[in-house]
Nanobody, 120 residues
């Protein structure tokens, strides 16, 4: 019904930057909140940032100032600009979207994730 495909992950040195993208497709009437979470090995999934359709943002406190979330509603795409990356940012980054379908069903959808590895 809804597919989320992340891209932009990879290997980067500490202090570097990456920009993640996540495009949503499917039987979508509207996408409400979109966001990014991350999961490091052996740890629980944790919030990175979310953004509403109107552009209101919410960040994990520890990431404010280094990460920026944005979205393009015309493309059903959310972005995550990550600057000054640190080895502890290494994780699988997962995209999520709260989407309403043409059937008026609303659900949370998740992508498969993209690996971000920061070397020291």
């Amino acid at each position: 019904q809804v597919q989320l495909v992340e891209s932009g992950g990879g290997l980067v040195q500490a202090g570097g930057s990456l920009r993640l993208s996540c495009a949503a497709s499917g039987n979508i009437l509207a996408i409400n909140t979109m966001g990014w979470y991350r999961q490091a090995p052996g740890k629980q999934r944790a919030l990175v940032a979310t953004i509403t359709r109107g552009g209101s943002t919410n960040y994990a406190d520890s990431l404010k100032g280094r990460f920026t979330i944005s979205r393009d509603n015309t493309k059903n795409t959310v972005y995550l600009q990550m600057n000054s990356l640190k080895p502890k940012d290494t994780a699988v980054y997962l995209c999520t979207a709260d989407a309403t379908l043409y059937t008026w069903e609303t659900n949370d959808y998740w992508g498969r994730g993209t690996q971000v590895t920061v070397s020291s």
